[in-house]
C-alpha cells in the first residue's frame, strides 16, 4: 500500500547505504596545506592564534615537508615571512628572498610535490598594504610591474603555480604576460579572485605579520556583502587568464563558491582561512566542539558548495583522520 509520505530514511539506515548514496566526499588529492616560512635557522615557532601552525626557517620547513608529503599531501602553498620590509616590498621580488630561497630549496629536494606561490606584497612593505602606497591610497597601475615581477622571480625559483592575492585590478592580465614573456608559458595561474575584506583574515596576520599599519583593504579586497560582484571578478580573471578561482574565505562565502563553480568552469578553490581554522581549534580546546567531527564536516561542505581543492591549515590532520578511518 503506498504511503501518504515518503521514506527517505531508507537511504539512511546502515553506514554502507549511507556511502552508497554519499554525493560528495573528501581526498587527500583535494587538499592544499599553507606553509609559512621565515629567515633564520632552527626556527620552528607556533603561531598563537593557530595552534599547530608554526613559522619554519628553512631547515625546518624541509623536515616539516617530508612530514607532509608522508602524510600524502600533494600540493602546499608557500607564503614567506621576511625580516627585512620596505616601502616597495623588494623582499617579494628579490632573487634571494625567503620565499625564492625556499622554493629552490622545495623544489630541489621534493620535485613531485606541487608547490605554489603566494603572490603578494603586504607582508614585503612596510606599511603592510599588498600594493605600493602613494599619498595613503593605493597604487593599482603602479603596483603591477612588482607584482609581475613577484611572479616571474618565484617562476624562475622553481614555483609550480603563481597564486597572487593582492586584488589589483589586471593582476592576472599583467602577471599572465609577464610570465609568458619570460619564457613560463606553462606555468598555471591560482587567482585569488574573489577575495572579501574580511576580519577572519585576523590569526593570518600574526602568522604573517602582515597586518596594514595604517586604514584597510576595503578598497581592493571585496565587501562581504556582495555576490554578483563576485561574479564580476571571477569572470574577469578567467578572462585575464587564471587557470584556477580562489574563493576566499570559505565558510561563510559558500553561496559565492556556489555562484562561481555554476558561471565558470576552471577548477574552484575554497580557502579556509585563519580565523576558520582559529574558531574550531578554540571552541575544541575547551571542550565546547567535537573537533575531528567539526572540521570534517565543514570541509565536505565546500565539496558540496563545489570546491574542487580546499586550502586549508587543517590539511595535515585530515589526511590522518582519513588514513584512520579507511
Ligand atoms: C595577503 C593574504 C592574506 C591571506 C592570504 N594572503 C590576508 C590578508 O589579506 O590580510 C589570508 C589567509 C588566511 O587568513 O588564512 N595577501
Known amino acids: 500500500?503506498?504511503?501518504?509520505?515518503?521514506?527517505?530514511?531508507?537511504?539512511?539506515?546502515?553506514?554502507?547505504?549511507?556511502?552508497?548514496?554519499?554525493?560528495?566526499?573528501?581526498?587527500?588529492?583535494?587538499?592544499?596545506?599553507?606553509?609559512?616560512?621565515?629567515?633564520?635557522?632552527?626556527?620552528?615557532?607556533?603561531?598563537?592564534?593557530?595552534?599547530?601552525?608554526?613559522?619554519?626557517?628553512?631547515?625546518?620547513?624541509?623536515?616539516?615537508?617530508?612530514?607532509?608529503?608522508?602524510?600524502?599531501?600533494?600540493?602546499?602553498?608557500?607564503?614567506?615571512?621576511?625580516?627585512?620590509?620596505?616601502?616597495?616590498?623588494?623582499?617579494?621580488?628579490?632573487?634571494?628572498?625567503?620565499?625564492?630561497?625556499?622554493?629552490?630549496?622545495?623544489?630541489?629536494?621534493?620535485?613531485?610535490?606541487?608547490?605554489?606561490?603566494?603572490?603578494?606584497?603586504?607582508?614585503?612593505?612596510?606599511?603592510?598594504?599588498?600594493?605600493?602606497?602613494?599619498?595613503?591610497?593605493?597604487?593599482?597601475?603602479?603596483?603591477?610591474?612588482?607584482?609581475?615581477?613577484?611572479?616571474?622571480?618565484?617562476?624562475?625559483?622553481?614555483?609550480?603555480?603563481?597564486?597572487?592575492?593582492?586584488?589589483?585590478?589586471?593582476?592576472?592580465?599583467?602577471?599572465?604576460?609577464g610570465l609568458d614573456e619570460a619564457g613560463y608559458q606553462h606555468v598555471p595561474i591560482m587567482s585569488y579572485a574573489v577575495k572579501y575584506a574580511s576580519a577572519f583574515y585576523g590569526p593570518f596576520r600574526d602568522a604573517a605579520h602582515s597586518a596594514p599599519s595604517f586604514g584597510d583593504r576595503k578598497t581592493y579586497q571585496m565587501d562581504p556583502a556582495n555576490r554578483a560582484e563576485a561574479l564580476r571578478e571571477a569572470t574577469s580573471d578567467v578572462e585575464e587568464g587564471a587557470d584556477f578561482l580562489i574563493v576566499k574565505p570559505a565558510l561563510s562565502y559558500l553561496d559565492i563558491i556556489r555562484d562561481v563553480k555554476n558561471t565558470l568552469s576552471v577548477p574552484v578553490v575554497a580557502y579556509n582561512v585563519s580565523g576558520e581554522y582559529a574558531m574550531i581549534k578554540a571552541a575544541a580546546q575547551n571542550g565546547w566542539l567535537d573537533e575531528q567531527a567539526t572540521v570534517l564536516e565543514k570541509l565536505v561542505s565546500m565539496k558540496r558548495a563545489g570546491a574542487d581543492l580546499i586550502l586549508t591549515y587543517h590539511a595535515k590532520e585530515v589526511l590522518r583522520w582519513l588514513a584512520q578511518s579507511s
Open 1 to 177: 500500500m503506498s504511503q501518504p509520505f515518503k521514506r527517505h530514511r531508507r537511504l539512511r539506515q546502515s553506514a554502507s547505504i549511507r556511502r552508497l548514496v554519499r554525493e560528495v566526499t573528501l581526498q587527500p588529492s583535494d587538499l592544499i596545506y599553507p606553509l609559512f616560512v621565515t629567515e633564520g635557522r632552527q626556527i620552528k615557532k607556533e603561531v598563537p592564534s593557530m595552534p599547530g601552525v608554526f613559522q619554519y626557517s628553512l631547515d625546518e620547513l624541509m623536515e616539516e615537508i617530508k612530514e607532509v608529503i608522508e602524510l600524502g599531501i600533494s600540493a602546499i602553498i608557500l607564503f614567506g615571512v621576511p625580516i627585512h620590509k620596505d616601502a616597495t616590498g623588494t623582499g617579494a621580488y628579490a632573487k634571494d628572498g625567503i620565499v625564492q630561497r625556499a622554493l629552490r630549496q622545495v623544489k630541489a629536494s621534493f620535485p613531485r610535490l606541487t608547490v605554489i606561490a603566494d603572490t603578494c606584497l603586504c607582508q614585503f612593505t612596510d606599511h603592510g598594504h599588498c600594493g605600493l602606497v602613494e599619498a595613503g591610497t593605493i597604487q593599482n597601475d603602479e603596483s603591477l610591474s612588482l607584482l609581475v615581477q613577484t611572479a616571474i622571480s618565484q617562476a624562475e625559483a622553481g614555483a609550480d603555480v603563481i597564486a597572487p592575492s593582492n586584488m589589483m585590478d589586471g593582476f592576472v592580465y599583467a602577471i599572465r604576460k
